[in-house]
Protein backbone atom coordinates (compact mmCIF):
# COMPACT_ATOMS: atom_id res chain seq x y z
CA UNK A 1 0.00 0.00 0.00
CA UNK A 2 1.27 3.55 -0.90
CA UNK A 3 1.35 5.89 2.09
CA UNK A 4 2.27 8.37 -0.27
CA UNK A 5 1.31 8.81 -4.29
CA UNK A 6 2.20 11.62 -6.20
CA UNK A 7 0.64 11.86 -9.98
CA UNK A 8 1.78 14.37 -12.46
CA UNK A 9 2.45 16.95 -10.10
CA UNK A 10 4.05 20.32 -11.78
CA UNK A 11 4.92 22.92 -9.17
CA UNK A 12 6.19 26.16 -9.97
CA UNK A 13 7.60 29.89 -8.29
CA UNK A 14 7.52 31.67 -11.55
CA UNK A 15 6.22 31.29 -15.47
CA UNK A 16 8.64 28.01 -15.78
CA UNK A 17 7.97 24.99 -13.72
CA UNK A 18 10.47 23.31 -11.33
CA UNK A 19 9.02 20.11 -10.80
CA UNK A 20 7.85 19.29 -13.86
CA UNK A 21 5.24 16.45 -14.15
CA UNK A 22 6.12 14.37 -10.94
CA UNK A 23 4.89 10.71 -10.05
CA UNK A 24 5.82 8.89 -7.29
CA UNK A 25 4.77 6.03 -5.52
CA UNK A 26 5.97 5.49 -1.72
CA UNK A 27 5.06 2.45 -0.03
CA UNK A 28 3.99 2.30 3.72
CA UNK A 29 6.75 2.53 6.20
CA UNK A 30 9.20 2.51 3.93
CA UNK A 31 12.36 5.50 3.52
CA UNK A 32 13.12 7.28 0.39
CA UNK A 33 15.90 9.23 0.07
CA UNK A 34 15.56 12.30 -3.01
CA UNK A 35 19.07 12.69 -4.40
CA UNK A 36 19.83 15.31 -7.52
CA UNK A 37 22.00 18.31 -8.09
CA UNK A 38 21.58 21.80 -6.22
CA UNK A 39 18.58 23.27 -7.76
CA UNK A 40 16.64 20.45 -9.22
CA UNK A 41 13.53 20.44 -7.05
CA UNK A 42 14.03 18.60 -4.24
CA UNK A 43 12.83 21.00 -1.41
CA UNK A 44 10.06 22.17 -3.46
CA UNK A 45 8.97 18.50 -3.57
CA UNK A 46 8.96 18.36 0.12
CA UNK A 47 7.39 21.55 0.53
CA UNK A 48 4.76 20.77 -2.25
CA UNK A 49 4.17 17.33 0.01
CA UNK A 50 4.09 19.18 3.00
CA UNK A 51 1.24 21.63 1.75
CA UNK A 52 3.55 24.46 2.15
CA UNK A 53 3.12 25.24 -1.63
CA UNK A 54 0.21 24.58 -4.45
CA UNK A 55 0.67 22.39 -7.29
CA UNK A 56 -0.74 23.69 -10.53
CA UNK A 57 -1.58 20.08 -11.37
CA UNK A 58 -1.47 16.99 -10.17
CA UNK A 59 -2.89 15.13 -7.17
CA UNK A 60 -0.61 14.51 -4.02
CA UNK A 61 -2.32 11.82 -1.93
CA UNK A 62 -1.59 10.91 2.14
CA UNK A 63 -2.89 7.10 2.60
CA UNK A 64 -6.77 7.28 1.61
CA UNK A 65 -6.47 11.16 1.64
CA UNK A 66 -6.14 13.26 -1.65
CA UNK A 67 -4.87 16.10 -0.34
CA UNK A 68 -3.81 17.81 -3.24
CA UNK A 69 -5.53 17.46 -6.59
CA UNK A 70 -7.97 20.19 -8.81
CA UNK A 71 -9.03 22.87 -6.69
CA UNK A 72 -8.20 20.80 -3.66
CA UNK A 73 -5.26 22.24 -1.27
CA UNK A 74 -5.38 20.84 2.37
CA UNK A 75 -3.98 23.40 4.60
CA UNK A 76 0.06 21.73 6.05
CA UNK A 77 -1.30 21.33 9.64
CA UNK A 78 -4.24 19.39 8.42
CA UNK A 79 -1.77 17.09 6.62
CA UNK A 80 -0.41 15.30 9.25
CA UNK A 81 2.79 15.47 7.93
CA UNK A 82 6.26 15.67 10.55
CA UNK A 83 9.14 17.74 9.26
CA UNK A 84 13.00 17.83 10.28
CA UNK A 85 14.84 20.86 8.77
CA UNK A 86 18.33 20.75 8.62
CA UNK A 87 19.07 23.00 11.21
CA UNK A 88 16.68 21.57 13.88
CA UNK A 89 15.10 25.29 13.91
CA UNK A 90 14.38 24.69 17.98
CA UNK A 91 12.88 27.26 20.46
CA UNK A 92 15.43 28.28 22.78
CA UNK A 93 13.23 29.35 25.65
CA UNK A 94 11.91 26.29 25.11
CA UNK A 95 13.14 23.08 27.22
CA UNK A 96 13.86 19.98 25.33
CA UNK A 97 11.06 18.25 26.12
CA UNK A 98 8.55 21.19 25.74
CA UNK A 99 10.22 21.52 22.32
CA UNK A 100 9.14 18.18 21.53
CA UNK A 101 5.95 18.42 23.23
CA UNK A 102 5.46 21.69 20.60
CA UNK A 103 4.96 19.16 18.17
CA UNK A 104 1.65 17.72 19.67
CA UNK A 105 0.15 20.81 18.23
CA UNK A 106 -1.29 23.65 20.38
CA UNK A 107 1.57 26.12 20.13
CA UNK A 108 3.96 26.96 23.24
CA UNK A 109 2.22 27.43 26.00
CA UNK A 110 0.42 24.18 25.16
CA UNK A 111 3.75 22.55 24.55
CA UNK A 112 4.84 23.87 28.42
CA UNK A 113 1.43 21.95 29.69
CA UNK A 114 2.25 18.93 27.83
CA UNK A 115 6.04 18.71 28.64
CA UNK A 116 5.32 15.74 31.05
CA UNK A 117 2.75 13.69 29.13
CA UNK A 118 3.41 10.01 28.46
CA UNK A 119 4.33 10.60 24.93
CA UNK A 120 6.73 13.46 25.19
CA UNK A 121 8.37 10.75 28.02
CA UNK A 122 8.35 8.32 25.18
CA UNK A 123 9.74 10.31 22.23
CA UNK A 124 12.81 11.31 25.02
CA UNK A 125 13.44 7.80 25.69
CA UNK A 126 13.53 6.87 21.50
CA UNK A 127 16.00 9.48 20.82
CA UNK A 128 17.92 9.01 24.28
CA UNK A 129 17.91 12.26 25.97
CA UNK A 130 15.87 11.50 28.78
CA UNK A 131 18.20 12.97 31.02
CA UNK A 132 17.90 16.02 28.98
CA UNK A 133 14.70 17.18 29.07
CA UNK A 134 14.84 19.88 30.98
CA UNK A 135 18.02 21.54 28.48
CA UNK A 136 17.83 24.36 26.84
CA UNK A 137 18.71 24.28 22.93
CA UNK A 138 21.69 26.52 23.59
CA UNK A 139 22.72 23.41 25.65
CA UNK A 140 22.83 20.90 23.23
CA UNK A 141 25.50 19.61 20.35
CA UNK A 142 24.57 19.62 16.73
CA UNK A 143 23.63 15.65 16.95
CA UNK A 144 21.16 15.77 20.49
CA UNK A 145 19.82 18.89 18.46
CA UNK A 146 18.68 17.30 15.79
CA UNK A 147 17.62 14.38 17.64
CA UNK A 148 15.07 16.76 19.32
CA UNK A 149 14.01 18.21 15.68
CA UNK A 150 12.78 14.30 15.11
CA UNK A 151 11.49 13.86 18.26
CA UNK A 152 9.18 16.91 17.73
CA UNK A 153 8.38 15.48 14.22
CA UNK A 154 7.49 12.40 15.37
CA UNK A 155 4.88 13.31 18.43
CA UNK A 156 1.89 13.99 16.47
CA UNK A 157 2.36 10.51 15.10
CA UNK A 158 2.35 11.92 11.27
CA UNK A 159 1.51 9.81 8.02
CA UNK A 160 4.78 10.74 6.87
CA UNK A 161 7.91 12.48 8.25
CA UNK A 162 9.73 14.97 5.46
CA UNK A 163 13.57 15.66 6.65
CA UNK A 164 15.35 18.46 4.41
CA UNK A 165 19.10 17.54 4.71
CA UNK A 166 18.55 16.39 8.58
CA UNK A 167 22.15 15.99 9.24
CA UNK A 168 23.83 18.14 6.68
CA UNK A 169 25.18 20.32 9.52
CA UNK A 170 27.03 17.23 11.17
CA UNK A 171 30.66 15.63 11.05
CA UNK A 172 30.76 12.54 9.04
CA UNK A 173 30.88 10.27 12.44
CA UNK A 174 28.17 11.89 13.52
CA UNK A 175 26.08 12.01 10.21
CA UNK A 176 26.83 7.94 10.26
CA UNK A 177 25.72 7.24 13.61
CA UNK A 178 22.30 9.19 13.58
CA UNK A 179 21.22 8.49 10.07
CA UNK A 180 21.28 4.51 11.73
CA UNK A 181 19.22 6.28 14.48
CA UNK A 182 17.06 7.83 12.03
CA UNK A 183 16.09 4.16 10.49
CA UNK A 184 15.33 2.60 13.50
CA UNK A 185 13.29 5.49 15.10
CA UNK A 186 10.92 5.38 11.71
CA UNK A 187 11.39 1.80 11.66
CA UNK A 188 9.89 1.72 15.15
CA UNK A 189 7.52 4.33 14.53
CA UNK A 190 6.11 2.31 11.30
CA UNK A 191 6.30 5.46 10.01
CA UNK A 192 7.43 6.37 6.11
CA UNK A 193 10.13 9.01 5.60
CA UNK A 194 10.97 11.07 3.03
CA UNK A 195 14.87 12.50 2.94
CA UNK A 196 16.50 14.71 0.76
CA UNK A 197 20.45 14.47 0.97
CA UNK A 198 23.29 15.29 -1.21
CA UNK A 199 25.01 12.86 0.02
CA UNK A 200 24.60 9.52 -2.81
CA UNK A 201 26.36 7.45 -0.33
CA UNK A 202 24.13 8.25 3.04
CA UNK A 203 21.05 7.45 0.22
CA UNK A 204 22.13 4.04 -0.77
CA UNK A 205 23.27 3.11 1.99
CA UNK A 206 19.93 3.89 4.53
CA UNK A 207 17.04 4.38 1.97
CA UNK A 208 14.43 1.82 0.96
CA UNK A 209 13.98 3.22 -2.77
CA UNK A 210 16.10 5.89 -3.82
CA UNK A 211 14.16 8.56 -6.07
CA UNK A 212 16.68 10.57 -8.63
CA UNK A 213 16.20 13.75 -9.37
CA UNK A 214 17.30 16.18 -12.53
CA UNK A 215 15.22 19.43 -13.46
CA UNK A 216 12.34 18.95 -12.00
CA UNK A 217 11.70 15.43 -13.07
CA UNK A 218 12.34 11.94 -11.47
CA UNK A 219 14.95 9.66 -13.89
CA UNK A 220 14.82 6.99 -11.52
CA UNK A 221 12.42 5.41 -8.69
CA UNK A 222 14.29 1.80 -6.97
CA UNK A 223 15.71 0.16 -4.75
CA UNK A 224 19.40 1.30 -3.75
CA UNK A 225 20.72 -1.91 -5.67
CA UNK A 226 17.94 -1.21 -8.34
CA UNK A 227 19.67 2.01 -9.12
CA UNK A 228 22.91 1.38 -8.42
CA UNK A 229 23.58 -1.62 -10.74
CA UNK A 230 20.64 -0.96 -13.26
CA UNK A 231 20.93 2.73 -13.42
CA UNK A 232 17.94 4.43 -15.80
CA UNK A 233 20.48 6.26 -17.75
CA UNK A 234 24.38 7.13 -18.40
CA UNK A 235 23.35 10.33 -16.55
CA UNK A 236 21.80 8.13 -13.22
CA UNK A 237 24.83 6.08 -13.28
CA UNK A 238 27.32 8.61 -12.70
CA UNK A 239 25.58 10.49 -10.41
CA UNK A 240 25.34 7.93 -7.75
CA UNK A 241 28.17 6.27 -7.93
CA UNK A 242 31.72 6.43 -9.59
CA UNK A 243 31.21 5.56 -12.98
CA UNK A 244 33.24 4.21 -16.31
CA UNK A 245 31.94 4.64 -19.94
CA UNK A 246 34.01 3.18 -22.89
CA UNK A 247 32.64 2.83 -26.37
CA UNK A 248 32.04 -0.69 -27.52
CA UNK A 249 30.07 -2.14 -30.26
CA UNK A 250 26.87 -4.43 -29.87
CA UNK A 251 26.72 -8.17 -31.04
CA UNK A 252 23.77 -9.53 -29.78
CA UNK A 253 24.18 -10.12 -25.71
CA UNK A 254 27.53 -8.61 -25.93
CA UNK A 255 29.60 -5.47 -26.68
CA UNK A 256 33.02 -5.64 -27.90
CA UNK A 257 35.28 -2.68 -26.91
CA UNK A 258 38.60 -1.70 -25.42
CA UNK A 259 38.34 -4.13 -22.63
CA UNK A 260 37.59 -7.72 -24.86
CA UNK A 261 34.06 -8.74 -25.79
CA UNK A 262 31.80 -8.47 -22.39
CA UNK A 263 28.71 -10.10 -21.75
CA UNK A 264 26.00 -7.12 -21.80
CA UNK A 265 22.59 -5.96 -21.36
CA UNK A 266 21.18 -3.44 -23.15
CA UNK A 267 19.28 -0.98 -21.76
CA UNK A 268 16.72 2.02 -23.11
CA UNK A 269 18.31 5.20 -21.81
CA UNK A 270 17.19 8.42 -22.67
CA UNK A 271 18.57 8.49 -25.99
CA UNK A 272 17.30 7.61 -29.47
CA UNK A 273 17.68 3.89 -29.75
CA UNK A 274 17.44 4.20 -33.72
CA UNK A 275 15.55 1.92 -35.84
CA UNK A 276 13.00 -0.52 -35.06
CA UNK A 277 14.41 -2.17 -31.33
CA UNK A 278 11.61 -3.68 -29.36
CA UNK A 279 12.44 -5.68 -25.97
CA UNK A 280 10.83 -5.44 -22.51
CA UNK A 281 10.42 -2.89 -19.78
CA UNK A 282 9.32 -2.76 -16.62
CA UNK A 283 7.08 0.10 -15.19
CA UNK A 284 8.94 1.55 -12.31
CA UNK A 285 5.13 2.87 -11.03
CA UNK A 286 1.13 3.27 -11.73
CA UNK A 287 -0.18 4.13 -14.79
CA UNK A 288 -3.80 4.41 -15.71
CA UNK A 289 -4.36 1.27 -13.42
CA UNK A 290 -1.35 -0.75 -14.31
CA UNK A 291 0.33 -1.10 -11.44
CA UNK A 292 3.58 -0.48 -10.55
CA UNK A 293 6.00 -4.23 -11.79
CA UNK A 294 3.70 -4.06 -14.99
CA UNK A 295 5.79 -5.42 -18.08
CA UNK A 296 5.81 -3.43 -20.82
CA UNK A 297 7.10 -3.58 -23.92
CA UNK A 298 9.66 -1.31 -25.46
CA UNK A 299 10.08 0.31 -28.91
CA UNK A 300 12.05 2.50 -30.33
CA UNK A 301 11.51 4.87 -33.99
CA UNK A 302 13.29 7.19 -35.78
CA UNK A 303 10.21 9.38 -34.03
CA UNK A 304 11.34 8.19 -30.47
CA UNK A 305 10.86 6.01 -27.61
CA UNK A 306 7.83 3.83 -27.36
CA UNK A 307 5.53 1.65 -24.92
CA UNK A 308 3.06 -1.29 -25.57
CA UNK A 309 1.23 -2.91 -23.50
CA UNK A 310 0.47 -6.91 -23.40
CA UNK A 311 -1.75 -6.77 -26.16
CA UNK A 312 0.34 -4.46 -27.96
CA UNK A 313 -1.77 -1.21 -27.66
CA UNK A 314 0.91 1.71 -28.49
CA UNK A 315 1.06 3.60 -24.82
CA UNK A 316 3.62 5.73 -25.14
CA UNK A 317 5.55 8.78 -27.25
CA UNK A 318 9.04 9.42 -25.00
CA UNK A 319 10.01 6.79 -23.03
CA UNK A 320 10.84 7.31 -20.03
CA UNK A 321 9.06 10.34 -19.08
CA UNK A 322 5.32 9.75 -20.74
CA UNK A 323 2.82 7.33 -21.34
CA UNK A 324 -0.14 8.51 -23.46
CA UNK A 325 -3.25 6.34 -23.59
CA UNK A 326 -6.93 7.47 -24.98
CA UNK A 327 -5.38 11.16 -25.12
CA UNK A 328 -4.50 11.69 -21.76
CA UNK A 329 -0.66 12.37 -20.71
CA UNK A 330 1.05 10.58 -17.65
CA UNK A 331 4.65 10.54 -16.84
CA UNK A 332 6.02 6.97 -16.31
CA UNK A 333 9.37 5.73 -15.32
CA UNK A 334 11.23 2.19 -16.85
CA UNK A 335 12.85 0.81 -14.08
CA UNK A 336 14.21 -1.75 -16.35
CA UNK A 337 14.41 -2.72 -20.14
CA UNK A 338 16.31 -5.37 -22.46
CA UNK A 339 16.23 -5.63 -26.26
CA UNK A 340 14.54 -8.73 -27.83
CA UNK A 341 17.42 -10.98 -28.71
CA UNK A 342 18.78 -9.87 -32.15
CA UNK A 343 16.86 -6.80 -32.43
CA UNK A 344 19.26 -4.25 -31.47
CA UNK A 345 21.06 -4.39 -34.94
CA UNK A 346 24.61 -5.84 -34.74
CA UNK A 347 27.59 -3.29 -34.13
CA UNK A 348 25.39 -0.65 -33.46
CA UNK A 349 27.53 1.82 -31.02
CA UNK A 350 26.64 1.71 -27.33
CA UNK A 351 28.47 3.55 -24.32
CA UNK A 352 29.34 0.45 -21.48
CA UNK A 353 28.78 1.62 -17.90
CA UNK A 354 31.51 -0.53 -15.73
CA UNK A 355 31.42 0.32 -12.13
CA UNK A 356 35.37 0.45 -10.39
CA UNK A 357 34.69 -2.49 -8.70
CA UNK A 358 33.82 -4.30 -10.93
CA UNK A 359 37.70 -4.41 -12.74
CA UNK A 360 39.57 -6.74 -11.15
CA UNK A 361 43.52 -6.12 -11.57
CA UNK A 362 46.33 -8.60 -11.20
CA UNK A 363 50.12 -7.31 -11.05
CA UNK A 364 52.16 -8.72 -13.69
CA UNK A 365 55.19 -10.03 -12.20
CA UNK A 366 56.22 -12.08 -15.04
CA UNK A 367 55.71 -10.08 -18.39
CA UNK A 368 56.23 -12.82 -20.52
CA UNK A 369 53.74 -15.20 -18.72
CA UNK A 370 51.08 -12.45 -18.44
CA UNK A 371 47.72 -13.18 -20.02
CA UNK A 372 45.07 -11.06 -21.06
CA UNK A 373 44.42 -7.59 -21.20
CA UNK A 374 47.31 -5.29 -20.42
CA UNK A 375 47.08 -2.13 -18.38
CA UNK A 376 49.12 0.51 -16.53
CA UNK A 377 48.53 2.26 -12.93
CA UNK A 378 48.96 5.65 -13.82
CA UNK A 379 47.25 7.20 -10.74
CA UNK A 380 45.99 6.44 -7.19
CA UNK A 381 43.27 8.32 -5.49
CA UNK A 382 43.70 6.43 -1.37
CA UNK A 383 40.51 6.90 0.84
CA UNK A 384 41.29 4.69 3.66
CA UNK A 385 38.93 1.92 3.14
CA UNK A 386 39.94 1.24 -0.24
CA UNK A 387 41.33 3.32 -3.40
CA UNK A 388 40.38 4.16 -6.87
CA UNK A 389 43.45 3.52 -9.54
CA UNK A 390 43.48 5.70 -12.74
CA UNK A 391 44.47 2.93 -15.56
CA UNK A 392 45.64 2.85 -19.26
CA UNK A 393 44.85 0.17 -21.10
CA UNK A 394 47.00 -1.62 -24.15
CA UNK A 395 44.70 0.86 -26.27
CA UNK A 396 45.23 3.87 -24.76
CA UNK A 397 42.28 4.04 -22.81
CA UNK A 398 41.58 4.79 -19.29
CA UNK A 399 39.58 3.85 -16.87
CA UNK A 400 39.04 3.62 -13.43
CA UNK A 401 39.09 0.48 -10.56
CA UNK A 402 38.65 0.17 -7.25
CA UNK A 403 40.95 -2.01 -5.01
CA UNK A 404 40.59 -2.79 -1.06
CA UNK A 405 43.25 -0.88 0.60
CA UNK A 406 45.30 -3.77 1.34
CA UNK A 407 46.08 -4.75 -2.74
CA UNK A 408 46.97 -1.09 -3.07
CA UNK A 409 49.58 -0.95 -6.50
CA UNK A 410 51.92 1.91 -6.94
CA UNK A 411 51.65 4.19 -10.14
CA UNK A 412 53.59 3.00 -13.17
CA UNK A 413 52.58 -0.97 -11.72
CA UNK A 414 51.74 -3.09 -14.41
CA UNK A 415 48.38 -5.25 -14.34
CA UNK A 416 45.88 -7.45 -16.33
CA UNK A 417 42.50 -5.82 -16.06
CA UNK A 418 39.59 -8.68 -15.89
CA UNK A 419 35.69 -7.41 -15.72
CA UNK A 420 33.35 -9.38 -13.15
CA UNK A 421 30.20 -9.85 -13.70
CA UNK A 422 27.65 -8.21 -17.11
CA UNK A 423 28.03 -4.50 -18.01
CA UNK A 424 25.54 -2.59 -19.00
CA UNK A 425 25.36 -0.95 -22.72
CA UNK A 426 23.21 1.78 -23.43
CA UNK A 427 22.57 3.53 -26.59
CA UNK A 428 25.17 6.20 -27.76
CA UNK A 429 23.34 9.48 -28.65
CA UNK A 430 23.71 11.07 -32.04
CA UNK A 431 26.07 7.91 -33.49
N1 LIG B 1 10.67 30.79 -3.03
C1 LIG B 1 11.19 30.66 -4.26
N2 LIG B 1 10.93 31.59 -5.21
C2 LIG B 1 11.42 31.46 -6.46
N3 LIG B 1 12.20 30.44 -6.87
C3 LIG B 1 12.51 29.50 -5.97
C4 LIG B 1 12.01 29.55 -4.62
N4 LIG B 1 12.47 28.48 -3.94
C5 LIG B 1 13.23 27.77 -4.83
N5 LIG B 1 13.24 28.38 -6.04
C6 LIG B 1 13.93 27.90 -7.26
O1 LIG B 1 13.40 26.63 -7.58
C7 LIG B 1 14.42 25.75 -8.02
C8 LIG B 1 14.43 24.50 -7.15
O2 LIG B 1 14.78 24.86 -5.83
P1 LIG B 1 14.85 23.81 -4.65
O3 LIG B 1 15.22 24.54 -3.41
O4 LIG B 1 13.61 23.01 -4.63
O5 LIG B 1 16.05 22.90 -5.16
P2 LIG B 1 16.91 21.83 -4.36
O6 LIG B 1 17.08 20.67 -5.26
O7 LIG B 1 16.32 21.58 -3.02
O8 LIG B 1 18.29 22.60 -4.22
P3 LIG B 1 19.44 22.44 -3.09
O9 LIG B 1 19.97 21.06 -3.24
O10 LIG B 1 20.45 23.48 -3.51
O11 LIG B 1 18.81 22.71 -1.75
C9 LIG B 1 15.72 26.53 -7.97
O12 LIG B 1 15.98 27.02 -9.25
C10 LIG B 1 15.41 27.68 -7.03
O13 LIG B 1 16.14 28.81 -7.38
Known sequence: MSRLSMRNVVVGYGVEPVLRGISLEVPNGSLVAIVGPSGCGKTTLLRTIAGLIRARSGEVRLGQRMVTTHGIHLAPEKRRIGWVPQDAALFPHLTVAENIAFGLGGGRRAARRSAGEERVRHLLCLVGLSALAGRSPAQLSGGQAQRVALARALASGPEVVLMDEPFGALDPLLRGELRTEVRALLAAEGMTGILVTHDQ???????????????????????????????ATPWVATFVGESVFLPGLWRSGSVVGALGSLEAEWMPGDATLGDATLGDA????????ASSGADLAVGASPAGVLAYDESGVRHGSQLPSEIRRSGETTPITVVSGRPAAGVVGEDTPVAVLIRPEQLELKLIVEPMLAQGLRATVTAVSYTGHDALLELSLQSGTSCMARVAASGLLPVGAEVTVEVRGRVLAYPRAGD
Not at 282 to 289: D, I, M, P, Y
Open 201 to 231: AEALSIADYVAVMRDGEILQFGTPTEVYERP
Open 282 to 289: TLGNTVNG
